[in-house]
């Protein structure tokens, strides 16, 4: 399957710390894109990196690509609660004209 | 402006009804894709169009036939429904040159009874 593995599945942290989220991928990609979703709502684009880059900010996120290990993290700084969502990897297969998504990683912020 | 949105947001039918979900985009992108969600939260690719043209079709059973009039309108007829067709079904439209970074519309929850 080229679905992408999301882990952990669940994460509960407490407010003001980092939260770390992790994606591993079986394909060669073009790039990898995080996606955020709030209960009940659509997906929310947050970044995407390039398969020639290793690192890239935006804000309070920071994100990771190994392409030599297929993996990925996004990494949330001084978490808020307003951060509570799931989160989504999504990968853009090379040769193909499509996002293949992860499972999704559920954090949940505690005031 | 909603970028894209689609209609309606919830729906409740019985086995064996049609029914379709309608979609649009006011971003101007060339390329709409319908997304099914299921109660995993897993997000599976179910059609792809570019300039009205099928250009991806995840072997979806035939009962679901995508419909793009224009490049800036997908819908989605569902025939015979059944049971395991319940789950939230996500539009979503990008502009095929620009990274590919897609924007989803806030999706139809469908349920089968």
């Known amino acids: 399957s080229q679905q992408g593995e999301e882990d952990p599945q669940a994460l509960s942290i407490q407010e003001g710390e980092n939260a770390t989220m992790n994606c591993s991928y079986k394909t060669s990609i073009n790039n990898l894109q995080w996606y955020r979703q709030n209960s009940g709502r659509g997906l929310v684009h947050l970044i995407l990196i390039r398969s020639n880059e290793r690192e890239k900010h935006s804000g309070r996120l920071r994100v990771t690509l190994d392409t030599s290990k297929k993996s990925s993290s996004l990494l949330i700084t001084a978490s808020r609660a307003a951060d509570t969502a799931s989160y989504f990897c999504?990968?853009?297969?090379?040769?193909?004209?499509?996002?293949?998504f992860g499972q999704g990683t559920r954090l949940t912020i505690n005031p | 402006d909603t970028a894209v949105s689609q209609t309606p947001k919830y729906l409740v039918t019985q086995m064996g009804n049609d029914k379709s979900i309608k979609c649009e985009q006011n971003l101007g992108h060339d390329t709409m894709y319908w997304y099914k969600q299921d109660s995993k939260k897993f997000l599976k690719i179910m059609f792809s169009y570019n300039n009205k043209e099928l250009i991806i079709n995840e072997t979806v059973p035939n009962r679901f036939s995508p419909k793009s009039p224009d490049k800036a309108h997908l819908n989605l007829h569902i025939n015979s429904l059944e049971l395991g067709d319940s789950a939230v079904y996500f539009c979503?439209?990008?502009?095929?040159?620009?990274?590919?970074?897609?924007?989803f519309g806030e999706g139809s929850w469908l349920t089968v009874v």
């Open positions: 979503a439209s990008s502009q095929i040159k620009v990274g590919n970074t897609i924007y």
């Open positions: 999504a990968m853009q297969i090379q040769g193909a004209q499509k996002l293949v």
